[in-house]
């Protein structure tokens, strides 16, 4: 990543407005307290260091941003905070939608909409949408219940 991915200017920007990186070593003596075993591994945590995503191994930078933009809408819809990870959800579907990002984006882009709205047309529309579009996703597979809304 080193010298394909963080180099990258877009990428560098993305983090620098979004994130604070920090970079440990696999070897170092923190790195039990985050269970790192491989380089690469991104953590999303909050600011109580609680973690919410996990993504070990490479990412070129035409995934690395939605894979980015997922972690913090993850850390959002973590904390209840629904409009502002739908904002995101919506956004890696509008700006990457075939990165590997985007099918749990509509996944969780619908549970948030259904959280704020109650309604559970959505999760139904969503599933249709997701199995139209990402019919080989773990995500689509997920979704299956909905169907029967």
């Known amino acids: 990543?080193?010298?394909?991915?963080?180099?990258?200017?877009?990428?560098?920007?993305?983090i620098s407005a979004?994130?604070?990186p920090l970079r440990l070593s696999p070897n170092g003596e923190r790195a039990d307290a985050f269970f790192?075993?491989?380089t690469p591994t991104l953590l999303a945590l909050d600011s109580d260091g609680h973690e919410h995503q996990r993504v070990?191994?490479?990412l070129e930078p035409a995934q690395f941003i939605p894979a980015l933009m997922l972690m913090k809408a993850k850390v959002f819809f973590?904390?209840?905070?629904?409009?502002e990870a739908r904002s995101l959800f919506e956004q890696i579907l509008k700006e990457c939608p075939g990165s590997f990002a985007a099918p749990e984006s509509v996944y969780l882009g619908a549970v948030s909409k259904y959280r704020l709205e109650k309604d559970p047309g959505?999760?139904?529309a969503a599933q249709q949408d997701i199995a139209s579009r990402y019919p080989d996703s773990e995500w689509t597979h997920r979704m299956l219940p909905y169907r029967l809304l």
Do not use: C
């Open 18 to 20: 979004n994130f604070v």
């Open 36 to 38: 790192l075993r491989w």
């Open 122 to 124: 959505v999760l139904k």
């Open 1 to 14: 990543m080193g010298a394909v991915t963080y180099p990258d200017q877009k990428v560098q920007d993305f």
């Open 56 to 58: 070990v191994g490479f």
């Open 78 to 83: 973590a904390h209840a905070q629904f409009t």
